[in-house]
């Protein structure tokens, strides 16, 4: 194995949280005249900036959200995270078998990544590894976060892979130069792989491809 750093994303690839948070804001959303499927929601807002899906709400109903409104999804999305996340099938054996270091990095918050890894058991393996795009002010799919995250673990690009799961992820690791792996499902694997990601379905399958 030739890769000396595994960089993960967290939402789709350790925890999962996707249908969670996109569940409620797509409730909230709809409230205000806003219609999207949960597939659709998969492909244009995993791994942005909660912002920038925000603009694209705004956008599509021609109107401003109100002031509190992400205040009101943090809070429900938080207190959901709480009792509904749960890991990603496979995580665990996966990391236990990993004699390299790795880190997670992730477009949200930092007190948002460790609710979730705590809540599923996985905050300890990642204490003092977390890396956030609020950190450093910067959201994929630019790459400054997997390049940050690469420098502070002190390592050279070439020698580090990232796993994602969402277009923007991959767009943000190819454009930093990383090889990408694609968590691959059912509505996102023709993007991975046309941005240039190397499929995989499980750990089992990933651990086959590195190991």
């Known amino acids: 194995?030739?890769?000396?750093?595994i960089i993960f994303d967290c939402d789709g690839v350790l925890v999962d949280t996707e249908k969670i948070g996109n569940g409620i804001l797509?409730?909230?959303?709809?409230e205000h005249g806003f219609e999207m499927n949960i597939e659709a929601a998969y492909r244009n807002?995993?791994?942005?900036?909660?912002?920038?899906?925000?603009?694209?709400?705004?956008?599509?109903?021609?109107?401003?959200l109100p002031e509190d409104f992400e205040n009101e999804y943090r809070s429900r999305s938080f207190e959901a995270f709480k009792t509904k996340v749960t890991p990603i099938e496979g995580v665990f054996?996966?990391?236990?078998?990993?004699?390299i270091p790795y880190c997670v990095v992730s477009s949200g918050p930092v007190?948002?990544?460790?609710?979730?890894?705590?809540?599923?058991?996985?905050?300890?393996?990642?204490?003092?590894?977390?890396?956030?795009s609020y950190e450093i002010n910067s959201w994929k799919p630019d790459p400054e976060l997997f390049l940050h995250a690469a420098k502070e673990?002190?390592?050279?690009?070439?020698?580090?892979?990232?796993?994602?799961?969402?277009?923007?992820?991959?767009?943000?690791?190819t454009k930093g130069g990383f090889k990408v792996y694609?968590?691959?499902?059912?509505?996102?694997?023709?993007?991975?792989?046309?941005?240039g990601a190397i499929l995989f379905?499980?750990?089992?399958?990933?651990?086959?491809l590195l190991f």
């Not at 609710?115 to 003092?128: C, I, Q, R, S």
């Not at 892979?161 to 969402?166: F, G, L, M, N, P």
């Not at 499980?202 to 086959?208: D, I, N, R, V």
């Open 1 to 5: 194995m030739n890769t000396k750093c």
């Open 26 to 30: 797509l409730e909230m959303a709809a």
């Open 45 to 64: 807002f995993n791994g942005r900036n909660l912002k920038d899906c925000f603009r694209h709400i705004e956008e599509t109903i021609a109107k401003k």
């Open 93 to 99: 054996e996966f990391i236990e078998k990993l004699e």
């Open 111 to 132: 007190d948002k990544i460790r609710l979730n890894l705590e809540a599923v058991g996985l905050l300890d393996k990642f204490e003092g590894r977390i890396f956030s």
């Open 153 to 173: 673990m002190d390592f050279e690009v070439k020698d580090c892979i990232v796993v994602e799961d969402s277009r923007a992820g991959v767009m943000a690791g």
């Open 182 to 195: 694609g968590f691959a499902n059912d509505y996102n694997a023709e993007d991975l792989e046309k941005e």
């Open 201 to 208: 379905n499980t750990y089992k399958e990933l651990s086959g």
